[in-house]
């Protein structure tokens, strides 16, 4: 009903704020947008679930997220999907995996600076009911 879409719009409203916050960070560029399968045409092989920042940014818009816990589960794929694609010890690699790691970082630490668990249980909550 009423307070439940007002709730998910505030939701939504959340996401969109740290995926913007994450989407203007120079440290995250490789992140903003799906890995170019021509340039890296082995990526799919590799990665099975691919994800970034701007198709966050896209499932939001789609009502895709009903809980903060279901968009962190796609916005961990973003860092994991980087450890895995760039496990060697060359440069590119390392640097590629230093990013990863400062995304995660910076992603759990904006949304336990700025989620009230209580408006997470009630989004968890309402989960339920449906
Ligand atoms: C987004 C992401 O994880 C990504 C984009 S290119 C890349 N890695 C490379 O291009 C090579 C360096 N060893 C493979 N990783």
Request: net charge negative; proline share 4%; aromatic share 8%.
């Amino acid at each position: 009903e009423e307070q439940e879409e007002d709730m998910q719009r505030e939701l939504r409203c959340f996401l969109r704020h740290i995926t913007e916050r994450l989407y203007l960070d120079r440290r995250f560029k490789t992140f903003t947008k799906p890995v170019d399968t021509v340039q890296v045409p082995d990526y799919l092989q590799v990665i099975k679930q691919p994800m970034d920042l701007s198709s966050l940014l896209t499932n939001i818009d789609k009502h895709k997220y009903i809980t903060v816990n279901e968009f962190v589960r796609d916005a961990d794929l973003i860092w994991n999907n980087a450890l895995t694609y760039n496990p060697d010890s060359a440069t590119l690699d390392r640097k590629i995996r230093h990013r990863a790691h400062a995304l995660k970082d910076a992603l759990h630490a904006i949304i336990r600076e700025h989620l009230d668990p209580e408006f997470e249980k009630a989004c968890e909550a309402m989960k339920e009911r449906r």
